[in-house]
Protein backbone atom coordinates (compact mmCIF):
# COMPACT_ATOMS: atom_id res chain seq x y z
CA UNK A 1 0.00 0.00 0.00
CA UNK A 2 1.14 3.97 0.08
CA UNK A 3 3.56 4.70 2.27
CA UNK A 4 4.18 8.68 2.90
CA UNK A 5 7.07 10.01 4.70
CA UNK A 6 7.43 13.93 5.51
CA UNK A 7 10.70 16.02 6.42
CA UNK A 8 11.75 17.45 8.62
CA UNK A 9 9.36 16.80 11.44
CA UNK A 10 10.45 20.83 13.00
CA UNK A 11 10.68 23.29 10.97
CA UNK A 12 11.60 26.56 12.92
CA UNK A 13 12.06 30.20 11.09
CA UNK A 14 12.00 33.86 11.27
CA UNK A 15 9.00 35.74 10.23
CA UNK A 16 8.95 36.70 7.28
CA UNK A 17 11.33 33.95 5.56
CA UNK A 18 10.54 30.95 3.60
CA UNK A 19 9.53 27.44 5.02
CA UNK A 20 9.56 24.03 2.76
CA UNK A 21 8.24 20.86 3.49
CA UNK A 22 9.10 17.89 1.51
CA UNK A 23 7.35 14.47 1.51
CA UNK A 24 7.73 11.37 -0.60
CA UNK A 25 5.20 8.30 -1.68
CA UNK A 26 5.27 5.05 -3.03
CA UNK A 27 2.70 4.15 -4.98
CA UNK A 28 2.89 5.48 -8.16
CA UNK A 29 -0.73 5.27 -8.81
CA UNK A 30 -1.39 8.88 -6.37
CA UNK A 31 -2.82 11.42 -8.09
CA UNK A 32 -3.88 13.60 -5.18
CA UNK A 33 -1.77 15.47 -2.77
CA UNK A 34 -3.19 17.48 -0.34
CA UNK A 35 -1.61 19.69 2.33
CA UNK A 36 -3.25 20.14 6.09
CA UNK A 37 -2.24 22.41 8.58
CA UNK A 38 -3.60 21.45 12.19
CA UNK A 39 -3.22 23.73 15.31
CA UNK A 40 -3.40 22.24 18.58
CA UNK A 41 -6.19 20.36 19.29
CA UNK A 42 -8.17 21.75 16.48
CA UNK A 43 -9.25 19.51 13.53
CA UNK A 44 -6.82 19.25 10.27
CA UNK A 45 -8.05 21.64 7.92
CA UNK A 46 -6.71 21.82 3.93
CA UNK A 47 -4.98 24.20 2.86
CA UNK A 48 -3.84 23.31 -0.85
CA UNK A 49 -4.11 20.55 -2.63
CA UNK A 50 -2.61 19.30 -5.93
CA UNK A 51 -3.28 16.63 -8.68
CA UNK A 52 -0.91 14.76 -11.06
CA UNK A 53 -1.76 16.50 -13.94
CA UNK A 54 -0.21 19.84 -12.67
CA UNK A 55 3.76 20.51 -11.49
CA UNK A 56 3.13 22.97 -9.39
CA UNK A 57 0.21 25.33 -7.71
CA UNK A 58 0.23 28.52 -6.22
CA UNK A 59 -2.47 30.36 -3.46
CA UNK A 60 -0.90 33.96 -2.38
CA UNK A 61 1.92 32.81 -0.46
CA UNK A 62 1.27 29.01 -0.32
CA UNK A 63 2.65 26.92 -3.34
CA UNK A 64 3.19 23.22 -3.33
CA UNK A 65 5.55 21.29 -6.49
CA UNK A 66 4.59 17.91 -7.66
CA UNK A 67 7.01 15.46 -9.05
CA UNK A 68 5.83 12.44 -10.34
CA UNK A 69 8.88 10.58 -11.63
CA UNK A 70 10.65 11.39 -8.30
CA UNK A 71 7.26 10.83 -6.39
CA UNK A 72 8.26 13.71 -4.03
CA UNK A 73 6.01 16.84 -3.31
CA UNK A 74 6.84 20.03 -1.27
CA UNK A 75 4.82 22.65 0.31
CA UNK A 76 6.50 26.48 -0.03
CA UNK A 77 5.15 28.83 2.49
CA UNK A 78 6.97 32.06 2.00
CA UNK A 79 6.67 35.83 4.24
CA UNK A 80 5.84 33.44 7.09
CA UNK A 81 3.79 34.89 10.05
CA UNK A 82 3.49 33.56 13.72
CA UNK A 83 -0.10 32.62 12.53
CA UNK A 84 1.76 30.03 10.34
CA UNK A 85 2.98 27.99 13.43
CA UNK A 86 1.23 24.29 13.53
CA UNK A 87 1.61 21.04 12.27
CA UNK A 88 1.97 20.55 8.61
CA UNK A 89 0.92 17.07 7.12
CA UNK A 90 1.06 16.22 3.94
CA UNK A 91 -1.13 13.65 1.97
CA UNK A 92 -1.35 10.67 -0.93
CA UNK A 93 -4.63 9.25 -2.24
CA UNK A 94 -5.20 7.10 -5.27
CA UNK A 95 -8.57 5.37 -4.16
CA UNK A 96 -10.91 6.15 -1.91
CA UNK A 97 -8.56 7.35 1.28
CA UNK A 98 -5.74 9.52 2.13
CA UNK A 99 -2.44 7.95 3.78
CA UNK A 100 -1.16 11.12 5.97
CA UNK A 101 3.00 11.78 6.44
CA UNK A 102 4.12 11.65 10.16
CA UNK A 103 3.65 16.31 9.84
CA UNK A 104 5.85 18.78 10.24
CA UNK A 105 5.69 21.13 13.18
CA UNK A 106 6.39 24.73 12.00
CA UNK A 107 7.26 27.17 14.24
CA UNK A 108 7.67 31.31 13.01
CA UNK A 109 9.29 33.10 15.66
CA UNK A 110 8.47 37.10 15.45
CA UNK B 1 -20.81 27.48 5.96
CA UNK B 2 -21.90 24.10 6.39
CA UNK B 3 -19.40 21.44 8.99
CA UNK B 4 -18.91 18.23 9.64
CA UNK B 5 -19.84 17.90 13.76
CA UNK B 6 -19.29 15.34 15.98
CA UNK B 7 -20.41 14.11 19.41
CA UNK B 8 -18.81 13.54 22.02
CA UNK B 9 -15.94 15.87 21.83
CA UNK B 10 -14.30 13.98 24.95
CA UNK B 11 -15.33 10.58 26.26
CA UNK B 12 -14.09 8.81 29.31
CA UNK B 13 -14.04 5.08 29.48
CA UNK B 14 -12.68 2.04 30.89
CA UNK B 15 -11.17 -0.69 29.52
CA UNK B 16 -13.94 -3.66 27.70
CA UNK B 17 -16.81 -1.22 27.67
CA UNK B 18 -18.35 -0.40 24.49
CA UNK B 19 -18.25 3.16 23.07
CA UNK B 20 -20.06 4.90 20.01
CA UNK B 21 -18.45 8.33 18.48
CA UNK B 22 -21.24 10.22 16.62
CA UNK B 23 -21.02 12.44 13.31
CA UNK B 24 -23.18 14.44 11.10
CA UNK B 25 -21.75 15.14 7.81
CA UNK B 26 -22.24 17.18 5.46
CA UNK B 27 -25.74 17.32 4.31
CA UNK B 28 -24.95 16.83 0.17
CA UNK B 29 -21.86 14.80 0.84
CA UNK B 30 -21.78 11.87 -0.06
CA UNK B 31 -18.90 9.55 1.11
CA UNK B 32 -17.76 9.63 4.86
CA UNK B 33 -14.68 8.35 6.42
CA UNK B 34 -13.57 7.45 9.92
CA UNK B 35 -10.14 8.99 10.99
CA UNK B 36 -7.78 8.67 14.15
CA UNK B 37 -4.95 10.31 15.86
CA UNK B 38 -3.08 8.75 18.39
CA UNK B 39 -1.63 11.93 20.21
CA UNK B 40 1.41 13.58 18.97
CA UNK B 41 1.32 11.29 15.75
CA UNK B 42 -0.08 11.16 12.03
CA UNK B 43 -3.54 10.94 11.28
CA UNK B 44 -4.38 7.98 10.26
CA UNK B 45 -7.50 6.29 8.06
CA UNK B 46 -9.97 3.73 9.64
CA UNK B 47 -12.28 2.89 7.25
CA UNK B 48 -14.55 4.38 3.79
CA UNK B 49 -18.17 4.50 3.40
CA UNK B 50 -20.23 4.87 0.33
CA UNK B 51 -23.22 3.98 -0.67
CA UNK B 52 -24.44 2.53 2.80
CA UNK B 53 -21.68 -0.05 3.06
CA UNK B 54 -18.32 0.01 3.51
CA UNK B 55 -15.68 1.18 1.00
CA UNK B 56 -12.67 0.46 2.17
CA UNK B 57 -10.78 -0.14 5.75
CA UNK B 58 -7.65 -0.48 7.24
CA UNK B 59 -5.87 -2.81 9.46
CA UNK B 60 -6.63 -1.17 12.23
CA UNK B 61 -10.46 -1.37 11.83
CA UNK B 62 -10.57 -4.71 13.01
CA UNK B 63 -13.86 -6.92 14.00
CA UNK B 64 -13.94 -4.64 17.49
CA UNK B 65 -14.74 -1.69 14.71
CA UNK B 66 -17.85 -1.16 13.16
CA UNK B 67 -19.89 1.72 11.17
CA UNK B 68 -23.40 2.61 10.17
CA UNK B 69 -25.30 4.74 9.25
CA UNK B 70 -29.11 4.18 10.69
CA UNK B 71 -30.35 7.06 9.14
CA UNK B 72 -30.46 10.08 6.77
CA UNK B 73 -28.18 12.22 8.99
CA UNK B 74 -26.01 10.16 11.55
CA UNK B 75 -22.54 8.39 11.23
CA UNK B 76 -21.38 6.79 13.38
CA UNK B 77 -18.30 4.39 14.68
CA UNK B 78 -18.16 1.83 17.43
CA UNK B 79 -15.66 0.52 19.25
CA UNK B 80 -17.49 -3.09 20.54
CA UNK B 81 -14.61 -3.62 23.84
CA UNK B 82 -12.64 -0.57 24.08
CA UNK B 83 -8.44 -1.62 24.31
CA UNK B 84 -6.17 1.19 26.33
CA UNK B 85 -4.84 1.43 22.68
CA UNK B 86 -7.61 2.94 21.02
CA UNK B 87 -7.10 6.11 23.27
CA UNK B 88 -7.18 8.69 20.48
CA UNK B 89 -8.98 11.75 18.23
CA UNK B 90 -11.37 10.31 16.45
CA UNK B 91 -11.69 12.42 13.27
CA UNK B 92 -14.96 11.81 11.10
CA UNK B 93 -14.89 13.08 7.31
CA UNK B 94 -17.58 13.58 4.66
CA UNK B 95 -16.92 14.85 1.03
CA UNK B 96 -18.98 15.41 -1.91
CA UNK B 97 -17.19 13.13 -4.59
CA UNK B 98 -14.93 10.36 -4.02
CA UNK B 99 -11.17 11.03 -2.77
CA UNK B 100 -9.44 11.62 -5.73
CA UNK B 101 -11.96 14.32 -6.89
CA UNK B 102 -13.67 15.95 -3.98
CA UNK B 103 -11.75 18.24 -0.37
CA UNK B 104 -12.26 16.19 2.61
CA UNK B 105 -14.17 18.03 5.34
CA UNK B 106 -13.23 17.23 8.77
CA UNK B 107 -14.93 17.55 12.07
CA UNK B 108 -13.26 18.51 15.05
CA UNK B 109 -12.72 15.06 16.60
CA UNK B 110 -14.06 12.87 19.30
CA UNK B 111 -10.95 12.46 22.01
CA UNK B 112 -11.39 8.85 23.69
CA UNK B 113 -9.50 7.89 26.11
CA UNK B 114 -9.88 4.36 27.77
CA UNK B 115 -8.72 3.88 31.25
Known amino acids: GENVEQHPSTLSVQEGDSAVIKCTYS??????FPWYKQELGKRPQLIID?????GEKKDQRIAVTLNKTAKHFSLHITETQPEDSAVYFC?????????FGTGTRLQVFP | EPEVTQTPSHQVTQMGQEVILRCVPI?????FYWYRQILGQKVEFLVS????????KSEIFDDQFSVERPDGSNFTLKIRSTKLEDSAMYFC?????????????FGEGSRLTVL
Open chain 2, 93 to 105: ASSRLDQNTGELF
Open chain 1, 27 to 32: DSASNY
Open chain 1, 50 to 54: IRSNV
Open chain 1, 91 to 99: AASNTDKLI
Open chain 2, 27 to 31: SNHLY
Open chain 2, 49 to 56: FYNNEISE
